[in-house]
């Protein structure tokens, strides 16, 4: 073998060595970030880390921290149901269409009450100008 081979062959496997260590301590550090033993291997630490998601966000959302994510996901849904409920006047135990039907029910109210007004002339906010494309002067006092 020459020296050329020699020196290639020394080299890729110094490097192939620097690799495996990299791999080895980047292993070691994401284990020691998710709560794993830092000899675990990828599969435990990927069920490491999905249990610390299940738990924070099961912590984030108010749920119990061994609640499973179907769980989760259900207290979220009855969170956001019975939240979104009490701001547009339906019911803590409303379904999602039981909740559309109270805004559509408020919006239909709102743009009824908004537009019946502008039909009795009393109940305008402003008399009509004499030019109707005159300027509008804000400031004006009669």
Known sequence: MSDQQQKTTGSSEEWKELFSNIGEQVRKDIARMV???????????????????RTGIAKAVGASTDADWE????????????????????????DWGDIGQAVSDGVESFLKDLFAARKDPAAAPFDAPEDPNAPVDPWKKD
Not at 35 to 53: C, S
Not at 71 to 94: C, N, P, Y
């Open 35 to 53: 709560g794993a033993d830092a000899e675990a291997d990828w599969p435990t630490i990927g069920r490491q880390t999905d249990e610390a998601a």
């Open 71 to 94: 769980s989760i996901g259900q207290h979220l849904d009855q969170s956001a149901r019975r939240e979104i409920g009490k701001i547009v006047g339906a019911t803590d135990d409303a």
